[in-house]
């Protein structure tokens, strides 16, 4: 079985530009999570998507941050201008259900690392 | 709200050397504590939760809801072992987790 794939593992792009990151969750898992990692900083919750519906975008840093999850598939994070203090770990996460037991262990991907220079 | 404190940023040991990774929280209601592991070029994986109470790759770690800890153990590392190691916490119903700023363990050989 497939893990979580993201794509691209690593980007680096001009401050102001716009950048991508891509994340298909493993087969049938209706939950899909972003996360990322600043440096220095703790590993920190952006957004929950059930299917294609964002439950919680609480963790999403500014309005320059956008979530898609079209179709309940794959999600695109697009952030739009970036800055400099946006370079970090991107990691994308999925699960099968959200209540107790085994179904609910969290998956991670490899993470997509972003430097803005 | 939330938190979780992993005290140590570096820890090393010797091969055979017993380690223990330190973890505190803070969380008013009762908190499903996992363990999550990520070695050189790979993806963060799930290595123990608290609800499990088993043993991987050697590892135990115990919910001690009075100290508010929930430790990482091992009593003889391995070179294996070398890895970053962070500590989070799912509160209730909640799904989201939260995460300590990781340990980074080396086992010397």
């Known amino acids: 079985e497939a893990g979580v794939t993201q794509f691209p593992s690593h980007s680096v792009i001009e401050k102001g530009q716009t950048v991508t990151l891509r994340c298909d969750p493993i087969s049938g898992h209706d939950n899909l999570y972003w996360y990322r990692r600043v440096m220095g900083k703790e590993i920190k919750f952006l957004l929950h998507?059930?299917?294609?519906?964002?439950?919680?975008e609480s963790g999403m840093p500014n309005n320059r941050f956008l979530a898609e999850r079209t179709g309940g598939t794959y999600s695109t994070l697009k952030v739009q201008p970036a800055e400099l203090e946006d370079s970090g770990v991107y990691f994308c996460?999925?699960?099968?259900?959200?209540?107790?037991?085994?179904?609910?262990?969290?998956?991670f991907g490899e993470g997509s690392w972003l430097t803005v220079v | 709200a939330q938190r979780v404190t992993q005290p140590e940023k570096l820890l090393s040991v010797f091969k055979g050397a017993p380690v223990e990774l330190k973890c505190n929280y803070s969380y008013s209601g009762s908190p499903e504590l996992f363990w999550y592991v990520q070695y050189s070029r790979q993806r963060l994986q799930l290595l123990l939760r608290h609800i499990s109470r088993e043993s991987i790759k050697g590892f135990t770690a115990d919910l001690n809801k009075g100290e508010t800890s929930f430790h990482l153990k091992k009593p003889f590392a391995q070179e294996e072992d070398s890895a970053m190691y962070y500590c989070a916490l799912r509160g209730g119903s909640n799904y989201k987790l939260t995460f300590g700023k990781g340990t980074l363990l080396t086992v010397n050989p």
């Open positions: 998507f059930v299917k294609e519906s964002k439950q919680d």
């Open positions: 996460a999925s699960s099968q259900v959200l209540g107790g037991g085994d179904g609910n262990t969290i998956y």
